[in-house]
């Protein structure tokens, strides 16, 4: 009898999968079998073309599933162009990068986009291609490689919800042809369009009003929830989830650890629904999760989830039937600077008590500032508590960003800021809205001192969550708003270009020469990224707990791992605060290396401590 043949790792993969997904699948495409026999095959050949590099990695990381858990990871988000000019450059620099105590990168997009019309990257016309002026395909393979070699996973964005106007599909769908136009939202008239539009919220009211914009070649109206040239994508089409789902596994097979799903609540409309987190969103995202598992295990979904708090936690999905590994902790980010703003910290306390009673394996990304603007999504119940209302306060918070509200340090620019809804956001960099650049331009060293430390503050609690610190490039060195986008006239109208300008070498060259804000803030990241990475305590299995300061001002929390205890203070009070954990026994600074007890304490304005204790 001749021998059954070894199964392949896909095989093995596939059929502990396939009960579930082809239930997935075949319940939300109406029991389409050669849909799914299609999409069936296509992971098998997308298997088949993964190198076996590749492979290798998937069979490690198989092998240690927690790979990206634990405390090992700290991550950077970087426009390729604004910090090296290419491919090529970002790979000559990753000594820079390690330097930084970074072992994550976030690539900005970087796929083919119109010049002109492509929202920071975010409208891909071609998914295959590199953007000309960044390399090619084969420069981001190479680049992968160099980082794998060097221990730094590379994360790319996904953008699924739409396609530029100028990609393959949205060029057949103009051109008239049935087949293409069904794998967006095309509408005779105005009379469903409509419907939606009483529906759905905007989300850039001001720079791309609607959601829904007239295509003069088709003669018909296309749905663009966000910017007119962006075509959202109709996943109700099983070929656009077959051919998206392809796309994103041929992006896996180029080396991409990390593939981040953007606006990912956004991809399925239902007339009579806001069209954000259907329970169609989590079907599909769940059967990504199974196609990674399937095909390319090694790789991780980061989903960005920009909503409010109830809304973001769902998309981990389950125990048994996990979605998203990763996601950013959006509402943490807005809190901190509401914190910033008013001097006090309760609020914090309570959205990270929430966050501290989440699943410990629920692994967020903590960050301060990344490319997009800071939306004032906060805890507006809590806040009334304190006879804080929504409008007033959104208002106020803009204001002191702006540097309007007077004596406020922070110089931001309002982002889509509609009158009639009131919702304006915020752009910045973490220096500039932290005090460093009025600081600077007023020549007040107390100010720039105080600003300094704000800053690292700052990132500090970013580093003491668990889960996976990310900074912003550039705020490791300080840089301040950019405001020479308002000369592009593509960029002009955007105001998030304030925060994403070209990395300054000359600062950056700074940060070797000591008592510069630049060395301080430099060497300050380095060391708590150093730090956290050294000690167990920052496990993401730590336990993790709010700390009673009894001063509004200063935020407390603790974690303990194993016989190691760590106390963490930050001062969010314009000046030094005296404050009384009661913890009597005796820690160490691991700053200043004094012992001390955390009864009574003491910081300076922007000032934090770590203490620890080992049992
Ligand atoms: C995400 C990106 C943002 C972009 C939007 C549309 O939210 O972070 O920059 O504008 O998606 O693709």
Redesign the pocket.
């Known amino acids: 009898m001749k021998q059954r043949k070894k199964e392949d790792a896909f095989s093995e993969r596939f059929k502990k999968h396939e009960g579930e997904l082809k239930w997935l699948y075949c319940e939300l495409y109406n029991n389409d079998v050669n849909a799914w026999n299609y999409f069936a095959g296509m992971l098998r050949r997308m298997w088949e073309e993964r190198p076996a590099s590749l492979r290798t990695l998937d069979a490690e990381r198989e092998k240690n599933p927690e790979w990206y858990l634990g405390h090992a990871l700290c991550g950077m988000q970087l426009y390729t162009d604004c910090f090296a000019g290419n491919l090529r450059g970002v790979e000559n620099n990753l000594d820079y990068i390690a330097e930084c105590g970074v072992n994550y990168i976030h690539l900005m997009p970087l796929l083919e986009s119109p010049k002109d019309r492509s929202?920071?990257g975010?409208a891909v016309s071609d998914y295959r291609r590199v953007k000309p002026e960044l390399g090619t395909m084969e420069d981001l393979e190479r680049l992968c490689e160099s980082c794998h070699l060097d221990g730094i996973a590379v994360c790319l964005d996904f953008?699924l919800?739409h396609t530029s106007e100028d990609h393959e599909w949205a060029r057949l769908a103009r051109a008239g042809k049935k087949e293409f136009q069904d794998r967006y939202f095309f509408f005779d008239d105005k009379t469903i369009p409509d419907i939606y539009d009483s529906m759905v919220p905007q989300v850039f009211p001001v720079t791309a009003p609607g959601n829904f914009s007239w295509c003069e070649e088709a003669g018909k109206y296309v749905m663009t929830t966000?910017y007119p040239y962006?075509w959202d994508l109709n996943y109700a089409n099983p070929t656009v989830f077959n051919d998206m789902t392809e796309t994103m596994l041929y992006l896996c097979n180029r080396g991409v650890d990390v593939m981040r799903l953007?606006?990912v609540p956004y991809i399925w409309k239902s007339l009579g629904t806001n069209c954000r987190n259907l329970p169609q969103v989590h079907t599909l995202v769940r059967m990504l999760r199974i196609v990674c598992e399937i095909v390319c295990p090694g790789t991780l979904l980061l989903g960005?989830v920009?909503m409010e708090p109830d809304k973001v936690a769902p998309y981990f999905g389950t125990r048994e039937k996990p979605e998203c590994h990763m996601l950013y902790n959006v509402t943490t980010m807005a809190t901190i600077w509401h914190s910033v703003a008013v001097r006090d910290a309760r609020l914090l306390s309570h959205q990270l008590g929430r966050v501290f009673a989440l699943p410990k394996e629920y692994v967020f990304l903590n960050y301060i500032r990344c490319?997009?603007d800071i939306g004032w999504g906060l805890d507006y119940g809590y806040l009334s508590c304190f006879g804080m209302q929504e409008i007033p306060h959104k208002k106020y918070l803009n204001d002191f960003f702006t540097g309007k509200w007077q004596g406020s340090f922070s110089r931001g620019e309002l982002y889509n800021d509609d009158p009639r809804l009131m919702d304006a956001r915020l752009c910045g960099t973490a220096a500039s809205l932290c005090g460093i650049e009025s600081a600077r331009k007023a020549g007040n060293k107390e100010l720039i001192e105080t600003a300094v430390r704000r800053d690292i503050m700052l990132h500090a609690l970013v580093f003491t969550l668990s889960g996976i610190p990310v900074l912003y490039s550039g705020d490791e060195i300080g840089q301040e708003n950019d405001y020479s986008y308002t000369a592009d006239p593509e960029k002009a109208p955007d105001s998030r270009y304030i925060h994403r300008g070209l990395f300054d070498r000359e600062k950056a060259a700074l940060r070797l020469a000591d008592g510069t804000i630049e060395n301080r803030l430099f060497s300050a990241l380095s060391a708590l990224s150093d730090k956290r990475k050294g000690m167990g305590v920052f496990d993401n299995r730590a336990d993790t707990w709010v700390i009673d300061t009894q001063n509004p001002a200063v935020f407390g929390m603790g974690r303990y791992y194993e016989g190691e205890k760590l106390l963490a203070f930050f001062n969010f009070g314009d000046g030094a605060e005296t404050f009384s954990p009661g913890e009597k026994e005796t820690y160490e600074n691991l700053f200043t290396g004094e012992k001390t007890d955390a009864d009574s304490l003491e910081l300076p304005a922007g000032g934090f401590a770590w203490l620890r204790k080992k049992y």
Do not use: I, L
């Open positions: 929202d920071g975010y953008t919800n966000f962006q953007d606006a960005e920009v490319h997009d």
